[in-house]
């Protein structure tokens, strides 16, 4: 359930403004798809130990995956590492997409934050 929360920041901080709407939703649907599927497999499998081992395998192929992905342009922008969030940005977009504009919205909110308080 700790994954829940990060995933919902994840989507809106490294999503597409014009796709982050669409999923937003995504981590309640899997949510209640891993319920689903502990149950169906608590049902199938006898014994409680297979079912652990079993489970068990998913949180740390998640934990493996987490270090391919790379750092939230926001969070780098407030840590003032402009470079490495213009990099990450690109990285997230892809090679043919021009974030200039995008990432320039990043930086322009992190300055109105920091003036407003």
């Given amino acids: 359930m700790m994954g829940y929360p990060c995933a919902n920041v994840l989507v809106s901080e490294v999503v597409h403004p014009s796709t982050r709407g669409y999923l937003g939703v995504v981590p309640a649907i899997l949510l209640s798809i891993g319920m689903f599927k502990v149950y169906l497999l608590g049902y199938l499998v006898t014994s409680w130990r297979v079912l652990t081992w079993i489970l068990l395998s998913q949180p ?55 003036k407003n308080g």
């Fill in 60 to 114: 740390i192929l998640i934990f493996i995956a987490l270090f391919s992905i790379k750092e939230s342009p926001y969070w780098l922008v407030q840590k003032d590492r402009k470079e490495e969030a213009l990099r990450s940005l690109q990285w997230y977009r892809g090679d043919d997409y021009d974030v200039t504009e995008e990432f320039d919205e990043i930086v322009t909110k992190k300055q109105e934050s920091e």
